[in-house]
Structures are given as C-alpha cells and as structure tokens.
C-alpha cells in the first residue's frame, strides 16, 4: 500500500505527439473538503485507505496541490451529438493527471472531472457541481457492482464556490479512473480535421495498451475495430437486461473499451416503459431506453466511418455488421438468464417478450418483478398470487405464467436452485433517481454526506439481500415520480 506521494505514474497518453492534448494545470479551489472516498477504487492505484484522512488529501484531488508524477493534461476529442458532428470538443472540464501503474501490473487513467477550464471549455466554466459528482460516483460504482464494465471513481472533493447552472450550486470534483478514457470522438477529430496521420497513432496506442495481442497481426486495425464493435454490442446488451439508461449517447461519451462513460441524465427504470427517456433535455427521445442498441451501432458506424483512411471499406462494414448478432446472442442470453434458464435460444424470445409486454401495459416495476420472479412456484395449480398481484392484467399473467411453468420443465434442478441462480443475477438494489436525490438533498443540508457512503455501500452488493436496507428496494414515492434531469 503506498502513501500518495509514491502512487506511480506511467504517463503514456503524455508521451503521444502535442496534438493529442493540450497541457495544463486543474484550477484552484477554495477550503477543499472531503464528500466521500471509495476504498474498493483505491485499491486499483494500491493506495493506502488511511490516506483519505490526510488534509492534503482533499487538497491533491480537486486540484490544488500536484501529485509528483502527474502530467496534467486535457485530452482532445470531437463526436456525433444528437446526430450531428461537432468539430471540437475535448475535455472541457476535465483533466487528466496521468496513469497509475499497480503492482499488477495495469495502467489507470486518472482524471480529474470539473477541475476548471481548459482550452477546450468553450465559453463554460469547467466546473461540475456537487449534485452531478455524486450522481455519477455512485452509479459508476453501482454499475460495477453489477459487473457491468465501466470508469470507476475514487472520490469527490467539495468546495463552497459557487457555480452557476440553473440555478446556484457548489463546485465538486470527481476523481475517475479508468483503463482509458479514450472515446470513438478521439478518433473521429483526427479524421475529420484531415489529420489522417495521427489515426494510426492513436490505434497503435490503445491497441498496445489494451488490445496487446493484436499488435502483431497484419490486420490489426480491422480486428480492434471488430473487438471493439463486440464490447460495445454486449454493454448494449448489459444495459438493456438491468433496464438502465445512459441519456446522452453522443459519440464522444463512448468509450473505446465498450465501458460506460460519462454519467450524467442516465437513469434506471422503474415502471418498465421502453419509451422511457431519462435525459429530459432529449426532445426527441433520440437516447430512450429501446434505442440504445441502435444508437450503439450508429456511433459504431462513425468510428468505422472515421477508421477508413487505415483499414478497406468492406473490412470496415463486416464488423459493423457483427453488431447484430453479438447483441442479440448476449441479450438473449442475459434476458434468459433472468428468468432463470440455464440455456436461451431464439425460442425463448416469446417468453421474454410477452412478459415485458405484460409488464410495460401494467407499469409494472422491472427491477423488482425480475426479483420477485426467482420466488415463482412452478407446481400445476400454483396461482402464484405476489407475482401476479404485480400486474393490472392478471388473466394475461396467468396465461404467460404456464408458458413459464412449461418452459421451467425443460429445464433440470429444483424451484429452489433456479431461485439461487436468478438471485444471482437480477438485482435487489439499483441506484433509483429518487435514492440518489434524496442523498444529494442531504448533501446540501450541513455538509451530511452519510448518505452518499450508505448508498455506496449498498450499491456494491446489489444482488445480497440486505434486510436493514429493505425499503431501499422500494419503487418511486410519488414525489419522485418524475424526476427530471438533464
Ligand atoms: P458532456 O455532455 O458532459 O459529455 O460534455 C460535452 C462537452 O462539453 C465536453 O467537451 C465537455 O468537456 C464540455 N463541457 C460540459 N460541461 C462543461 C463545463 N461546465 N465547462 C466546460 N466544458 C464543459
Ligand atoms: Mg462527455
């Protein structure tokens, strides 16, 4: 475990030519205090927990004091936003301080959200407020605890300065860490502003640092852009089985590594509702829930557009068309999971689709019907009652219940063993909106951040039952219905 000043750095994203970043440093905030620190994420940098306690802490991760090691730096990176290139964006408000190298030998990027402007800031004021930090602290943590591959956070440092959004809130900066923070936008600024050259570059990079055993094939390029049309297809697929939304599926919120990046409007479902858009800044509803597995193939389908100078057209559409088919296996697979199969196969489409037809006309809750279904007794004559109770349309339940109860015979093993498996794999606890307000109300009231720490820990273990936490599992009270985020 190493004191902070002997966290060390292995800056390779420092070291790619100066037109991949800009180079500077975060901007000083004022009487820095401590919202909350993740031990579970420290452990990744081989960080000593302990020195969370250290003033100088709070001080080192919003900016005010340098880690030595660290080279500051704002990544450059454009992207496809609601549908329409925008040439330049980069890191606007974020700065990264470097990599960690562990004693396991990975590289964590380590990057510094809302730690002031940059050249890249566009008029903004390169801050985020403490209400957004804590959002996407806890559903990058709660995401992982799902095993659903994302950036993780260390922290969030507080100050009481001002920022103005819609209305007054305080500065905060998040500490993100992640393999990469490398996007599809990072690729695609180089092909549109004719810097063909640095294409390869920056593959070269990413493939020696995250794909190594591609380094030496011929087709290198085609084969990254395939592994990465894979990842992407089955976080689709992941996102769809938990029913969470991203809200902003710009291409430069996607991650090279098919991680979940950059939280901001997302939200998880409650009522299941395939419409549902989270973002409500997104008129249109181009980023609702049932569009995500498209939208992921659309921003794939601008990396590939923006890979061309280095790779032949027809590679570049085969693995576009890959997209398909990797989703529809994992979701399948993921879908059949949650019901308890050992086994899913085209087949069982009906099956899973019924149900969420049935549960989408009752607004039935996703999260807790999935739970609930692991108690389903498939005994002939069993009614089942607190699982239909779920439902407006008990006649339509029942009827879709011994399509279950017949499907369940194929399968081997004891009512009870299915409930182990399922448990396993849907969810007790997901980070609902109304969860994270009601920390972040706290939050505003006398620096009480106990919530946050409550929450995190909670959301590391979503699937353990955690009777004191019981009323955590609940849906929306009606005050927090629709909330709305943008
Ligand atoms: P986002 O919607 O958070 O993914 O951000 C889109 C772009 O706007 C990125 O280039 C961000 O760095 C930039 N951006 C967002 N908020 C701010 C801010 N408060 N100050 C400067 N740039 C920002
Ligand atoms: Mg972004």
């Not at 996102?239 to 710009?250: C, I, K, L, P, T």
């Not at 019924?354 to 807790?368: F, R, S, W």
């Not at 939050?443 to 409550?454: H, K, L, M, N, P």
Request: hydrophobic fraction near 40%; glycine fraction near 6%.
């Amino acid at each position: 475990m190493r004191k902070l000043e002997q966290l060390v750095f292995d800056n390779t994203f420092a070291r790619l030519p100066e037109a991949f970043h800009s180079r500077l440093c975060p901007t000083p905030l004022p009487a820095p205090y401590l919202v909350s620190f993740n031990p579970a994420a420290a452990a990744l940098l081989d960080l000593d927990p302990a020195e969370a306690t250290r003033a100088e802490f709070a001080e080192y991760f919003i900016g005010n004091r340098l880690l030595p090691g660290a080279e500051p730096l704002a990544m450059l990176y454009s992207g496809h936003q609601f549908g329409h290139y925008v040439p330049q964006l980069g890191d606007g408000r974020a700065i990264l301080l470097g990599e960690i190298r562990n004693s396991a030998g990975e590289h964590w990027d380590v990057q510094l959200k809302g730690a002031g402007p940059t050249p890249f800031s566009r008029n903004s004021d390169g801050r985020a407020v403490l209400r957004s930090s804590i959002r996407e602290y806890l559903c990058s943590e709660a995401m992982h605890g799902l095993g659903i591959p994302t950036t993780r956070a260390l922290c969030i440092v507080g100050s009481d300065e001002e920022v103005f959004r819609e209305s007054i809130e305080t500065a905060a900066v998040i500490t993100r860490l992640s393999p990469s923070h490398v996007r599809f936008g990072s690729f695609e600024v180089f092909y549109y502003n004719d810097q063909h050259d640095s294409l390869p570059v920056l593959a070269d990079c990413v493939i020696a640092k995250h794909f190594p055993h591609l380094s030496d094939a011929p087709d290198k390029y085609v084969r990254f852009l395939n592994e990465v049309v894979t990842h992407t297809a089955r976080l689709m697929a992941q996102w769809q089985a938990v029913g969470f939304s991203h809200g902003v599926m710009n291409t430069d919120n996607m991650s090279i590594l098919g991680l979940t990046f950059d939280y901001g409007p997302f939200g998880f479902m409650d009522a299941y509702d395939p419409g549902y858009v989270c973002n409500h800044s997104d008129y249109h509803g181009r980023y609702a829930y049932k569009q995500q597995p498209q939208i992921g193939h659309w921003n794939l389908s601008c990396l590939a557009q923006a890979l061309l100078p280095i790779m032949p057209v027809e590679a570049a559409k085969a693995a576009l068309e890959s997209f398909v088919p990797a989703y529809t296996e994992r979701y399948r697979e993921l879908m059949g999971r949650k019901l308890g199969l050992t086994q899913t196969s085209a087949e069982d489409m009906p099956l899973i689709n019924t149900l969420l037809e049935i549960m989408h006309a009752g607004h039935v809750d996703y999260t807790n019907l999935f739970r609930s279904l692991s108690r389903f007794n498939s005994a002939a004559g069993e009614k089942n009652t607190l699982l239909r109770d779920q439902f407006t349309d008990r006649a339509a339940f029942d009827t879709w219940a011994e399509s279950y109860r017949a499907r369940l015979q194929r399968e081997t093993g004891t009512d009870a063993e299915r409930e182990v498996r399922m448990n396993q794999v849907n969810p007790k606890y997901i980070l609902r909106n109304y969860l994270a307000q009601n920390a972040i109300a706290q939050a505003g009231q006398g620096r009480d951040f106990s919530e946050v720490d409550r929450l995190l820990a909670l959301l590391k273990h979503p699937f353990d039952e955690q009777p004191e936490m019981e009323s955590y599992a609940a849906p929306p009270p009606d005050w927090a219905r629709h909330i709305e985020v943008s």
